[in-house]
């Protein structure tokens, strides 16, 4: 199949890397307006790139749109100009199938998908979806390509928005750096904190993810009533922890509504 991904920076190298790790058969080709982030691409992933937008949707089975969403709308109209029939899945957060449907008509088949930077290692977690005319076909073309670097899960696009808030690596990222600042506080050396840090969150997860035993189940093994772990659960809990998370995911929702109403109006 031949991929063509509409914008050079992270997520493609994330997508690029993972792909490699995995020894895809795909033919993969990026395009960019910046000459340096193609020269950089072609240098570490080894792959096609083509500064041309005309010449890089020649032959494309799949194009992914991977830039970010306040630059949609003028990718989508350069788009235009050059306009054929495609097959594209857009990976802009907050910009929903019915703005890009509107942008290029009838000539381009959508779909949405929102892949972890987690890919790049292949234990990436993608979010698909797709509307209801879209064969069934083009459907497994897409899952397909986003199973090479990782589980793939379709969603309602009305719940689409709460996935992308949620799933953000960002959030174990963010962790991890708070409970080891705080353990460097307590004493721990940088590498130390870091270590016992990362245990708790990635360790203890997996054990979750990958067992048979629930998540209450191992949180009370792990938060002995009376014991630290517990001490600290409870002490993070009444600082207010958990109204954060729930601040944070709201926040991003906005975020996601504010970037469809931009697309919306400036088409």
């Not at 957060?93 to 949405?112: F, M």
């Not at 998540?215 to 009533?225: I, K, M, S, V």
Request: hydrophobic share 50%; charged share 20%; aromatic share 6%.
């Amino acid at each position: 199949m031949n991929v063509v991904f509409l914008g050079g920076g992270r997520i493609t190298s994330a997508m690029l890397a993972g792909l490699r790790l995995a020894k895809s058969k795909h033919h993969l080709k990026v395009h960019d307006r910046d000459l340096g982030k193609l020269r950089e691409v072609q240098k570490r992933y080894a792959v096609a790139v083509e500064p041309d937008l005309k010449r890089a949707l020649a032959r494309a089975d799949l194009v992914v749109i991977a830039v970010r969403p306040n630059s949609v709308g003028d990718l989508l109209r350069a788009i235009r100009k050059v306009i054929q029939p495609l097959l594209a899945v857009s990976l802009a957060a907050g910009v929903p199938l019915p703005v890009l449907r509107k942008a290029l008509g009838a000539p381009v088949h959508w779909a949405r998908a929102m892949p972890s930077p987690v890919c790049r290692s292949r234990r990436g977690l993608t979010a698909v979806t797709f509307p209801r005319t879209l064969p069934g076909k083009d459907r497994n073309r897409i899952r397909e390509f986003f199973a090479t670097f990782g589980p793939v899960l379709e969603i309602p696009e009305s719940k689409f928005d709460a996935f992308t808030v949620t799933y953000s690596c960002s959030h174990g990222y963010h962790a991890l750096a708070a409970l080891a600042d705080a353990a460097q506080a307590a004493g721990l050396d940088r590498k130390t904190a870091l270590l016992a840090a990362a245990h708790a969150l990635a360790d203890g997860i997996v054990a979750w993810r990958e067992g048979k035993h629930s998540l209450q189940a191992l949180f009370e093994e792990a938060a002995t009533p009376g014991g630290i772990a517990a001490a600290a659960a409870e002490a993070m809990d009444a600082a207010g922890y958990q109204r954060a998370v729930r601040k944070g995911v709201a926040a991003g929702l906005r975020r996601a509504c504010a970037n469809a109403r931009q697309q919306t109006l400036r088409n």
